[in-house]
């Protein structure tokens, strides 16, 4: 629109005889020059644009790796979207621009992206999406590691996590905590023996249905303190548990 207006009011000056022939045919831009013009914004544009694209592709890897599938859903979207428009660029520089080519329209690397971008998206659409309340405690303390390794051991299966049950296909249950059992002595050494105890409950988010419930327990010890005999007991019974959760989702 600016671009006709500006024709516009130089043909009016040239009309009134307040610029030449000359100058308006200087003044004014060719069709041809405009196109030229905008293929070279295209093949800065196309590049630009993929570089940006390339450059969120480890934040979506990281945010699938922590199980995290609605953000990662959400930035594949954005991502797809920005593939249409410089696909759309691509279109239109092939229609001005005779000399494009495959390398200059960079076709391959959009189509890498646009098909891991797919591939990722149809993964993430078929994952069992899982909602984790976990509540472990070393005497009264919190015991986060053991909610990061039953999410570790989930991940490997392609499972991803969310923080609201009722986005989830499956919800679990956890609750655990340590207890002293005794302290053995054996001449001037010492050993400490610890139980964890944990319920573990699986339920099916579409029906509502709670599929599984039971409590395990498992003993560790330590020649140093009860604490460290807990944080044994809990890495004998962490995979333990991790692995309750994979038959019962897997059933």
Not at 120 to 125: G, M, Q, T
Not at 131 to 141: G, K, P, R, V
């Amino acid at each position: 629109m600016k671009g006709l207006l500006k024709k516009l009011i130089l043909c009016i000056l040239f009309l009134t005889g307040n610029i030449s022939h000359v100058a308006l045919s200087q003044s004014i831009p060719t069709e041809n020059e405009e196109q030229i013009q905008l293929g070279i914004q295209l093949r800065r544009s196309i590049p630009f644009e993929l570089r940006k694209l390339e450059s969120i592709l480890p934040q979506i890897n990281v945010l699938i790796k922590k199980g995290e599938k609605v953000q990662a859903s959400i930035m594949i979207e954005d991502a797809l979207k920005q593939i249409s428009k410089i696909e759309a660029n691509q279109e239109l520089l092939m229609q001005i621009d005779d000399t494009a080519d495959d390398e200059s329209l960079m076709v391959e690397q959009v189509l890498e992206i646009k098909h891991y971008l797919a591939n990722k998206a149809n993964s993430l659409r078929y994952a069992n999406t899982i909602y984790i309340d976990c509540n472990a405690e070393l005497f009264n303390t919190n015991y986060p590691t053991l909610k990061a390794e039953i999410q570790g051991e989930l991940s490997k299966l392609g499972c991803t996590f969310v923080n609201n049950a009722a986005q989830s296909d499956w919800a679990v249950y956890v609750t655990a905590q340590a207890r002293e059992h005794n302290k053995a002595d054996f001449g001037s050494m010492s050993t400490y023996f610890v139980y964890v105890d944990a319920n573990i409950a699986v339920e099916k988010t579409a029906t509502g249905q709670r599929i599984y419930e039971n409590e395990i327990s498992e003993k560790g010890g330590h020649t140093q303190s009860f604490e460290k005999a807990a944080r044994d007991a809990y890495k004998v019974i962490s995979p333990k548990i991790s692995q309750i959760i994979k038959q019962q989702i897997q059933h």
